[in-house]
């Protein structure tokens, strides 16, 4: 992979990285403990917003991961060690990273990872 790939791929990870931080600012609300007064709400409708807010914290969880995912590739990028495998050090196919920038293994060491899940 060469520098103006490794630049464009930055500059596409800065901006889903920006999109994610809107995005985690503006779930804030939802993820947030849903009233338990039966007086203001029926029994149906707090468990609407309890699966609600349950489906938030799940979103909320997985765009944090998301983020540190970006985060990680960032690192790499900058440490110039972005596109090797972290597990065998052979460079990641640049057609993957194209469609996935935060990947971290080869096609084979992916493969035993999940092999030995």
Do not use: W
């Amino acid at each position: 992979m060469d520098d103006a790939q490794r630049l464009a791929l930055k500059h596409k990870l800065l901006a889903e990285a920006e999109s994610l931080r809107a995005c985690l600012e503006s779930g804030a609300e939802a993820a947030a403990p849903v009233q338990l007064d039966q007086a203001s709400v029926g029994r149906l409708s707090r468990m609407d917003a309890m699966q609600s807010q349950a489906m938030a914290i799940e979103t909320r969880r997985r765009q944090q991961l998301a983020l540190r995912q970006i985060e990680i590739s960032l690192t790499r990028i900058d440490a110039s060690d972005f596109g090797y495998c972290v597990d065998c050090d052979e460079p990641i196919d640049p057609r993957r990273l194209l469609l996935n920038p935060t990947l971290t293994c080869c096609t084979r060491c992916a493969s035993v990872r999940e092999s030995s899940s």
